[in-house]
């Protein structure tokens, strides 16, 4: 519990009225989740303005208010704070109801549209190995030490990273690795937090349903850098050529790292193969489980935070050889008596389906084929769908399109676009198969000896959204079965 004037004390207020010498018990924006003593956000979402539900908040116990505007007719008892953007003050609120645990730990966000989760996780296992206790904040799954909290959004909302790194600070967590999604970024959800340092991955096509276009995209992407305070690090991929523009304007100090050029962090790739990378990394010969060159930039990245973190060269490169991907990123399985290789890939951007499939290819020893079955998501951009057909075509002798999480859209409809992106020549490697369990099956009876079968967009989700009911849905799971082998 937190006296309210002392919990609006740092905002930016425009007016305030009602008795301010309130005790609040819980900070809410979903007037459903108000209690006795709580004080209400009113913030506008994409789809709903919590400014309607001013009035059923204070019904159901919200003892203030924070909005942008107020109808008349809210009680006298109940203090109202109008502010000129809701939204940066939820975290401000958020991060000082908690006592700004943020400022206990090594918070470091990784942002980039592909490899946040990879980069997030390894971090996490990494930290660990090196016999820290660690907090993970990620699209996969939300970790306090080892103890494991499901995740439903790549970045929580404001209050439930404050409250999570409350949790990782009592549990006596050193360091937190967060990863910090572009819809975060916009909607402030990360406004209040003190960041050790930022990771830029890589930035390529996505969330233009969001975003509108690129150009703003990758605004709100550099804003995440810009904001960083000067005793931070920023650490972009030099190799991007986004990856300056991150740092023209951030005040935090500047690094980077690449597989191509001379910078802070170099890695050269030595070999890639199942077996894994064999990297040059800072000098010094380096083994990796990971495969493919997204995941030498990935292992780069890591190195380089960890660097910046102070810790130790050849300590960093011993515990970070040991490490295995997140789950769902290039996991692959293995029937060996017909030397099939079936792999589970987040892939769902063009950009990554060509890395994925640029890394498939690699593997080949002679005239295997690469089965592709991808989809592209319901009510998410549309105007990569197109692309998403052609790139996989491009990278695979087969191709099966099929349903990814249609949500409220028809899966046939969804196809129509991907196919529209197809060239003529392309259209006889593809099939449509919207069934996605019927997909994946189909790909594994169609594959002979030593071909490769991609599973592309789900990863390690464990669920397909239909009309908006999840329902229980592996493909990995799917792939052992297709391949009539058993998981373990």
Known sequence: MVDLSELIDKLPVRKIEGPADQTIRQIDFDSRQVGP??????????????HRFIESAIQIGAVAVVAETFDSGVPKEVCTIQVE????CLGLLASHFYAHPSREIQLVGITGTNGKTTVATLLHQLFSQLGYKVG?????ENKIGRQTIPATHTTPDAVAINALLRDMVEAGCDYAFMEVSSHAIH?????????AGGVFTNLSHDHLDYHQTFAEYLRVKKRFFDDLPPVAFALTNQDDKRGAVMLQNTRARKRAYSL????????????????????ELDGEDFYSRLIGDFNAY???????????????????????SQLAAAEGRFDYVLDQERQIIGIVDYAHTPDALEKV????????????????????GGDRDRSKRPIMARTACEGSQQVILTSDNPRTEDPEA?????????????????LRISDRRQAIRTACRLAQRGDLILVAGKGHEKYQDINGVKQPFDDKAILWQALGLTPH
């Open 37 to 50: 003593g709580s004080l209400f956000v009113a913030l506008r979402g994409s789809q709903v303005d919590g």
């Open 85 to 88: 953007d809701t939204a940066p």
């Open 136 to 140: 993970l904040l990620s699209t996969v």
């Open 187 to 195: 909607q402030r959800r990360i406004a209040g937090l003190a960041f």
């Open 260 to 279: 191509r050029t001379l910078t802070d962090f170099k890695a050269k790739v030595l070999d890639n193969g199942l077996s894994g990378l064999h990297l």
């Open 298 to 320: 990935n292992l780069v990245a890591v190195y380089g935070t960890a660097r910046l973190l102070g810790q130790e060269k050849l300590e960093v490169l011993t515990a970070l």
């Open 357 to 376: 499939l640029r890394t498939i290819a690699a593997l080949k020893t002679g005239h295997e084929r690469i089965i592709t079955v991808v989809g592209c």
């Open 414 to 430: 969804i196809l129509d676009e991907m196919e529209a992106g197809l060239r003529a020549e392309q259209k006889p490697q593809v």
